[in-house]
Nanobody, 128 residues
Framework: QLQLVESGGGLVQPGGSLRLSCAAS????????IGWFRQAPGKEREGVSC????????NYVAAVKGRFTISRDNTKNTVYLQMNSLKPEDTAVYYC?????????????????????WGQGTQVTVSS
């Protein structure tokens, strides 16, 4: 069964850090572009970061540049999102997604419609 599972969310104070993990089962993440997305209550799902197949292309939404870092560990079939200097506005459910249909063809994009395999999400709350 093809599955993505996010973990690592939680409650953190402003200025703190969290590392989210996206682990795959049933398929090999190294063969697909992976994106991280977030959705806050009452807001649309937003692309946060993405990493291409070879890790040669990485993108971040402007709001997280310099604070978040996406990476792959192909030996663990996992993609990470290191989040530093967290702000209250980073509070959301965070999802990872895979371009399982390989439509991105080596690219890395932040649009949700570019991805077709999604995890269930992990809650990140930044609050004092």
């Amino acid at each position: 069964q093809l599955q993505l599972v996010e973990s690592g969310g939680g409650l953190v104070q402003p200025g703190g850090s969290l590392r989210l993990s996206c682990a795959a089962s049933g398929f090999t993440l190294a063969y697909y572009a992976i994106g991280w997305f977030r959705q806050a209550p009452g807001k649309e799902r937003e692309g946060v970061s993405c990493i291409s197949i070879s890790s040669g292309r990485i993108n971040y939404v402007a709001a997280v540049k310099g604070r978040f870092t996406i990476s792959r560990d192909n030996t663990k079939n996992t993609v990470y999102l290191q989040m530093n200097s967290l702000k209250p506005e980073d509070t959301a459910v965070y999802y990872c997604a895979a371009d399982y249909s390989s439509r991105l063809n080596g690219r890395c994009m932040l649009g949700p419609t570019d991805y077709d395999r999604w995890g269930q999400g992990t809650q990140v709350t930044v609050s004092s």
